[in-house]
């Protein structure tokens, strides 16, 4: 852990990614990839597909999974008919996040969001009943690069006028990992412990201990 007393009182802003942390997404996604890849005749997800496209935006899971495609006008075409509304419901939120997000506001800290999802982002908060818990959201279809750049988190310490150091970004992938230091924030690896972390967490009570809000 690098993240030391001093350094944790100057966190103004904690920020959340979406798959992962905020939700088990993982079902879901599954499905929702699968469908696709059977309607248009296609294999299922193997492990590594799935670990990519976990992190991809849509538009990357869909050139990587269709790579020998022309064109993609069909699968676009499809995927509209689609939607994802109907998979919201497979999407479970990390056991004790509503606790913390209320905790944190209690602690005057800012909410945030910076997820590679695009526009479903706004429909899962609305399912789930917590738009009011985010003072902030910033998706991939709000900057120019999305994850691994550090566009997302660049665009919220911009809007909020903080430093980088005054922003935790909590994150489960190496995406996450990469757009932090380059964003050169404070790094939180929620349930990763391969990954390269100011701090590694276990819970959403643990994020709550470690930022004295519990």
Same mark, same amino acid.
């Given at each position: 852990?690098?993240?030391?007393?001093?350094?944790?009182?100057?966190?103004?802003?904690?920020?959340?990614?979406?798959?992962?942390?905020?939700?088990?997404?993982?079902?879901?996604?599954?499905?929702?990839?699968?469908?696709?890849?059977?309607?248009?005749?296609?294999?299922?997800?193997?492990?590594?597909?799935?670990?990519?496209?976990?992190?991809?935006?849509? +538009?990357?899971? %869909? =050139?990587? !999974?269709?790579?020998? /495609?022309?064109?993609?006008?069909?699968?676009?075409?499809?995927?509209? &008919? #689609?939607?994802?509304?109907?998979?919201?419901?497979?999407?479970?939120?990390?056991?004790?996040? +509503?606790?913390? %997000? =209320?905790? !944190?506001?209690?602690? /005057?800290?800012?909410?945030?969001?910076?997820?590679?999802?695009?526009? &479903? #982002?706004?429909?899962?908060?609305?399912?789930?009943?917590?738009?009011?818990?985010?003072?902030?959201?910033?998706?991939?279809?709000?900057?120019?690069?999305?994850?691994?750049?550090?566009?997302?988190?660049?665009?919220?310490?911009?809007?909020?006028?903080?430093?980088?150091?005054?922003?935790?970004?909590?994150?489960?992938?190496?995406?996450?990992?990469?757009?932090?230091?380059?964003?050169?924030?404070?790094?939180?690896?929620?349930?990763?412990?391969?990954?390269?972390?100011?701090?590694?967490?276990?819970?959403?009570?643990?994020?709550?201990?470690?930022?004295?809000?519990?």
């Amino acid at each position: 852990m690098s993240l030391d007393t001093k350094d944790i009182k100057k966190i103004k802003a904690v920020v959340f990614d979406c798959d992962g942390v905020l939700f088990d997404t993982a079902h879901a996604n599954r499905m929702y990839y699968n469908r696709l890849l059977d309607h248009f005749g296609k294999p299922q997800l193997n492990d590594e597909q799935f670990r990519l496209v976990h992190m991809f935006t849509v +538009k990357q899971a %869909l =050139d990587y !999974l269709f790579l020998e /495609s022309e064109s993609m006008e069909s699968v676009y075409s499809f995927m509209k &008919t #689609m939607g994802y509304n109907e998979f919201i419901k497979y999407m479970n939120p990390e056991p004790g996040l +509503k606790e913390l %997000l =209320d905790d !944190l506001k209690r602690a /005057s800290y800012i909410r945030g969001i910076a997820t590679n999802r695009t526009n &479903t #982002m706004a429909e899962v908060l609305k399912k789930h009943e917590m738009e009011p818990f985010f003072e902030i959201v910033v998706t991939a279809a709000d900057v120019k690069n999305p994850k691994p750049a550090p566009d997302e988190l660049l665009k919220i310490m911009a809007e909020l006028n903080l430093t980088p150091k005054q922003i935790l970004f909590i994150g489960d992938s190496e995406y996450d990992q990469i757009a932090a230091k380059e964003a050169d924030t404070w790094f939180a690896a929620f349930k990763s412990p391969s990954l390269t972390a100011d701090y590694h967490a276990v819970s959403m009570a643990d994020l709550g201990k470690m930022l004295g809000c519990n």
